[in-house]
Each structure stands twice: as C-alpha cells, then as structure tokens.
C-alpha cells in the first residue's frame, strides 16, 4: 500500500476568478497570487499554495493532490498502481513547474475522481501574511485539511482507497435525507498522519464534483472573525456554526465560486492511530450544524 503523508492541494476551476480571489483573500484569509495564464494560486502556510484555482467553462473541483515523503515512496506507489492494474499518468515537466512539485503521476478512483500523486514541493517559504489578519492555518504534517469527495461505486471505490492508496477508516455514519429515504454512507479516511480525516467519501453523485473542503485555524476566535467576513461579503452560508461528533471540529460552511463549500473550523482531534478504534456515528454533530440553510436549502 502507499505512504501518503496528507493532503497537500487541491485544484479547482471557476468562471469566476475574480470572485475567488475576492474571497480567498477577505473572507478565508488566504495570500493570493496570480499565475501566467490568470490562474490562482491560493496560499495559506508556506508552501506555495494549497489550492490553486484555473479559469474554465465550469465551476467545479478538478483533483485532490497526496504528498508522498520523497521519490522512492513515489515510486513505490507508481509501481502499486502497476501491480493492481491502475491506470496512471506521469505528469510532464509543464504540469510539474505548474503544481511546483519534483513528480506527479495522476490517476482516478472507480467513482472518477481524480487524485495527483506528487513528491518534492519547490517552495521559497516565503512567509504567509493574511490579508485579513488569520494568524495562520493548522497545516504541516497535518496537510492541508481534509475534502469530502462523491463515490457512486462506494464499494469499490472504498476499497481502492483502502488496498491500493492505504487509506484507514476512521469513523462511519449514514446520512438519512429523508425519514423515508434510503440511508447514504459517508465513510471518513485517515492517512499516514494524526488528522481525524483527510478525506471523506459520500456515497452519491455531487455536481460539482466535491462536497466540501475542510481548513482550520488556530483558534475559534478566527472561526468567528471568518463567519463575519463571510457575512460583510454576501457570501451564502451553507451550514450554521456547529461542532462535529467524530473530529470533534467547531467549524461553519460556505459557498465558493467553484459549486462546494468550505468548512472553516477549529479543533479537530489529531489521533493516536494505534490507540483508535472504528465507530458509527448516528449523529453529524453535537450541536449545531443546520444543513438545511443552504445544502438542502430551495434553489432560487
């Protein structure tokens, strides 16, 4: 199985650059800088970004990138996904100088989605600077956060995530939409690191291809600041403020110009692996959490 070490970026696109730019800089409180063609490489630690965002005819979430420790252990995972039978494509020296990483090699899950294998981040650790005052996100051997994608084929595409990419399960729960309505699984994934999960799979299909990425602060005094920005902006609340059952998050929702939402919390649980055992939770969250403001809200 592959040794990945955390999230380390994710790509999206929008026809809306600017809108994202406006938000990532006053209402996450992300360093934005502009790439040759436009695009926008959104920064929040010092690595050179961990999100980067394309223009493009569609809003959506493209890739989730997973760090690898160095070159062998990327190597090792490009010979994994030869031995399952995975296809998988080796980015070339452009895609490379683009994600500013040494290796990529890109591949799908059976549910579609698409995953960056990348080792050796180019980075100048030039230093990360708010330009809305966030003393800084809670990242490193964290990685990025965590990002809940669709899987249609749960099944197997949980499987693939736990034989081929080395995903653990850190906690179950399944989602009832309606009292009458079959229950949908959400399965949450750890990786070779202390964060609760740094990926999710939702059993059904998401138009925009992610249901929502999770980042993290140092305090929940910044959670509050960033839920006044987003308000002083118009951006649409997606879920109330709330803390999470499993992770044990305090953390709110918002909309993104690229169709998912953005979980901006405090306080998740980092975990002793060895220490940890598998539940069910029959609850999203403690308290709070009301998805029903804008996941399941009437369009219009």
């Known amino acids: ?9 994710v790509v999206a696109s929008s ?3 600017a809108a994202w730019r406006r938000q990532a800089e006053d209402v996450l409180g992300m ?3 502009e790439g040759p063609l436009g695009d926008l490489y959104i920064k929040m630690d010092e690595r050179p970004f961990r999100l980067f965002v394309s223009g493009g005819p569609a809003d959506r979430y493209v890739a989730s990138g997973w760090e690898l420790a160095g070159e062998e252990a990327f190597e090792q995972a490009c010979a994994e996904l030869e031995r399952a039978g ?3 494509e080796r980015g070339c020296a452009e895609l490379c100088a683009v994600r500013r990483v040494n290796g990529l090699a890109s591949l799908r899950d059976p549910s579609g ?12 650790f030039r230093r990360f600077v708010s330009p809305a005052g966030v003393p800084g996100f809670v990242t490193g051997e964290l990685g990025m956060g965590h990002t809940v994608l ?3 084929n749960f099944d197997e595409t949980w499987a693939f995530l736990r034989d081929v990419m080395g995903f653990g399960l850190s906690d179950i729960h399944r989602f009832q939409p309606a009292p009458d309505a079959p229950a949908i699984p959400i399965y949450f994934l750890h990786c ?3 964060r609760h999960h740094s990926l999710a799979l939702f059993g059904g299909p998401v138009p925009s291809g992610c249901v929502h990425l999770m980042v993290e602060v140092e305090n929940l005094v910044e959670v509050g600041r960033a839920h006044d920005r987003m308000q002083r902006a118009g951006v649409k609340l997606m879920a109330t403020l709330g803390q999470h059952v499993n992770d044990r998050m305090t953390s709110f929702y918002m909309d993104t110009p690229s169709g998912f939402a953005i979980e901006y919390g405090f306080g998740g649980l980092v975990l002793d692996w060895t220490r940890h055992s598998v539940f069910e939770a029959s609850e999203v969250s403690v308290w709070g959490h009301d998805f029903g403001v804008g996941f399941n809200a009437p369009a219009g």
């Open 150 to 152: 669709p899987a249609s």
């Open 113 to 124: 989605n698409l995953h960056e294998l990348v080792w050796g981040v180019r980075s100048d």
């Open 15 to 17: 026809r809306d650059l």
């Open 192 to 194: 070779n690191n202390g």
């Open 31 to 33: 360093m934005v800088e």
């Open 1 to 9: 199985m592959m040794d990945i070490r955390g999230l380390a970026y």
């Open 86 to 88: 995975v296809p998988f």
